[in-house]
C-alpha cells in the first residue's frame, strides 16, 4: 500500500485522530482573566498558526463578536494598537521569529497579552515576564496542530464572556465527525484521484475563505503541489477573466467550489454563474463542489477542513509523495539565519 511506502510518519494516523484532538484542546483548562474588557483582539501568527486565527475571525463574525478582531501575519503590530488592546501570540514551535518579533512589541504597549505555544523562546519570554501562557502539546507539525492552536484561542474569549458558550458545538462538531468518518475518506480519495494531475483551485465565499486558503496550503504542504484559492464576489471582479488564455498551462485547473448552506443567496447565484462562464471559455477546466452541511458554523468549518486535509494526504499518496516533511521551508529558515531584533 502507498500509505504504509510513503507515509513515513503515519499523518494518516494524525489525521483519523481529530475528533479527540479537538476534545483534548477545548477541555485545556484557561482560567486566564483579562484586565478589562478589550477594545480590539489582534492574533499574530504564522503559518500552520495563522490559520487558526483567520478562521476565528470568521468565525467570530458569524457569532457577531462585537470587538474588532483582526491577524497580523508579520513582523509588526499595526500602529492603531494601544494599551487596550489584547494580543493573542499563537505560535507551534514557540521559535517563529514574525511572531516572537511581534510580542517584542505588544509587551511595550499592552499588559493584556496571552501566549499560545508547545515551547520554545516565547514560552521563555512569558515565563520571564510573567505573561499568562496556555502550553499546548508537542510533537506535531504545526499544520497537524490545528486544534490545538484554535479552540484555546476561542476558549479565552468564551471563558472571559465575549462569546456564548461553544461547549455544545464543539459536541456538533466532535459527533460529526466520529458518525461521517467512512464517507469523509471515501470523498477524499475520489477527489483526489480527480484532482490528480490538475491544479487544484479552491473557491469559497468570503465569510468561508480561510477554509479554502486551509485546503490551499494543505495541498501545498501535504500534496506538494500548486494551488490557489480566491473568494466571491471578489473573484468575478478579476480572477474570472483569468480563465480565458489558459489553455497554454501543461497542467489541467481543477476548480473545487466550496458552497455552505447558510452562504448569501446571491453569493450562491454567483457561484452558478461563474462555474457556467469559466466553463464557457475554457471547456479544459474541471470541477467539483463541496455541499457544506451541519448543525451549527463552527461544524461546518471544521468538518469542511478535515476532508481538505484527508484529500491533500491522499493526493501525496498518488503523488508518491510523503506528506510531512516541509525540506524547503526549514533549509528557508535555516538559510536565514538567527533573527536580531
Not at 458554523?297 to 484527508?310: E, V, Y
Amino acid at each position: 500500500m502507498a500509505e504504509e511506502i510513503y507515509d513515513k510518519k503515519n499523518m494518516k494516523k494524525i489525521l483519523e485522530g481529530f475528533p479527540e484532538q479537538i476534545k483534548e484542546a477545548y477541555d485545556i483548562p484557561v482560567s486566564i482573566r483579562l484586565k478589562g474588557k478589550p477594545s480590539m483582539i489582534i492574533i499574530c501568527g504564522m503559518g500552520g498558526s495563522s490559520i487558526s486565527g483567520q478562521i476565528l475571525e470568521s468565525y467570530m463574525k458569524i457569532e457577531k463578536l462585537a470587538i474588532p478582531l483582526i491577524n497580523v501575519s508579520s513582523y509588526d503590530i499595526p500602529a492603531y494598537a494601544d494599551a487596550n488592546s489584547l494580543f493573542l501570540i499563537n505560535s507551534y514551535s514557540g521559535n517563529t521569529e514574525e511572531t516572537i518579533s511581534c510580542l517584542r512589541q505588544a509587551m511595550k504597549i499592552s499588559g493584556n497579552i496571552i501566549i499560545i505555544a508547545s515551547g520554545g523562546k516565547l514560552i521563555e519570554m512569558a515565563e520571564s515576564a510573567r505573561l499568562p501562557f496556555i502550553m499546548i502539546p508537542k510533537g506535531l507539525q504545526p499544520r497537524n496542530a490545528i486544534a490545538y492552536l484554535f479552540f484555546p484561542l476561542m476558549k479565552i474569549l468564551e471563558e472571559n464572556n465575549l462569546i456564548d458558550s461553544q461547549a455544545t458545538n464543539v459536541k456538533n462538531l466532535i459527533n460529526a465527525l466520529k458518525k461521517n468518518s467512512r464517507t469523509y475518506d471515501d470523498t477524499a480519495k475520489e477527489l483526489a484521484e480527480k484532482i490528480s494531475e490538475r491544479i487544484p483551485i479552491v473557491f469559497s465565499s468570503d465569510i468561508l475563505y480561510p477554509v479554502a486558503y486551509r485546503w490551499k496550503s494543505e495541498f501545498n504542504e501535504n500534496s506538494k503541489t500548486l494551488s490557489f484559492c480566491n473568494r466571491l464576489p471578489e473573484l468575478d471582479h478579476n480572477e474570472i477573466l483569468g480563465f480565458l488564455n489558459t489553455k497554454a498551462l501543461k497542467a489541467g485547473l481543477h476548480i473545487i467550489i466550496l458552497k455552505d448552506e447558510y452562504d448569501h443567496k446571491r453569493i450562491i447565484k454567483r457561484m452558478l454563474i461563474t462555474k457556467k462562464l469559466i466553463k464557457e471559455v475554457n471547456a479544459e477546466v474541471t470541477f467539483t463542489e463541496i455541499n457544506i452541511k451541519g448543525p451549527d458554523a463552527l461544524t461546518r468549518i471544521f468538518t469542511t477542513i478535515h476532508l481538505g486535509d484527508l484529500i491533500s494526504y491522499y493526493l501525496a499518496m498518488i503523488y508518491a509523495t510523503d506528506p510531512t516533511p516541509v525540506e524547503i521551508i526549514e533549509r528557508l529558515k535555516k538559510e536565514m539565519g538567527p533573527f536580531i531584533n
